[in-house]
């Protein structure tokens, strides 16, 4: 029976993975994640993109606001990991006139399956997906590799 369903949530996150390019939403945290699903899915997201864009010489300028709890974590953890990060105000300008200079970031969080999440981010024009799956401690861990798409 649990072999069951650890196939049938990969399979559906499978089929959400290759269908991230196919689906045009506004950004944001769709997902009903907890705060501790959510901060270790953004320290698992801020972990790859250290890999890809190096602390300390990024900018990252963000697409959207970025309120929620996956968002708040995210812009938080690029800070604590040296990145500049320009955010933006309630209008939906960005705070800086400096907004341009920087690589832009944009998330979405959706929930795939019941305890199946899925992180995609924007930056620039790179998209990158990973699922996490929730487990029994609240957090949510990687249930596949990073995918990336150009």
């Not at 049938?8 to 689906?23: D, E």
């Not at 959510?38 to 309120?67: C, E, I, W």
């Not at 996490?132 to 957090?139: E, P, V």
Request: one cysteine or more; glycine letters at 10%; aromatic letters at 10%.
């Amino acid at each position: 029976m649990k072999a069951a369903m650890k196939l049938t949530s990969a399979m559906v996150l499978a089929a959400s993975l290759l269908m991230t390019g196919c689906v045009s939403s506004g950004y944001g945290n769709y997902s009903n994640a907890s705060m501790f699903a959510s901060t270790s899915m953004a320290d698992n997201t801020v972990a790859h993109l250290a890999a890809l864009y190096p602390p300390g010489r990024t900018t990252f300028t963000m697409k959207q606001p970025a309120k929620d709890q996956f968002g708040s974590a995210l812009v938080q953890r690029l800070r604590s990991r040296g990145y500049a990060v320009i955010e933006f105000t309630k209008d939906g300008k960005p705070q800086s006139t400096l907004a341009n200079s920087g690589t832009t970031l944009g998330y979405v969080v959706n929930t795939v399956a019941p305890n199946l999440y899925q992180v995609t981010t924007y930056v620039g024009g790179v998209t990158l997906s990973r699922g996490f799956a929730l487990a029994t401690d609240g957090k949510a861990y990687p249930a596949g590799p990073w995918t990336r798409e150009e």
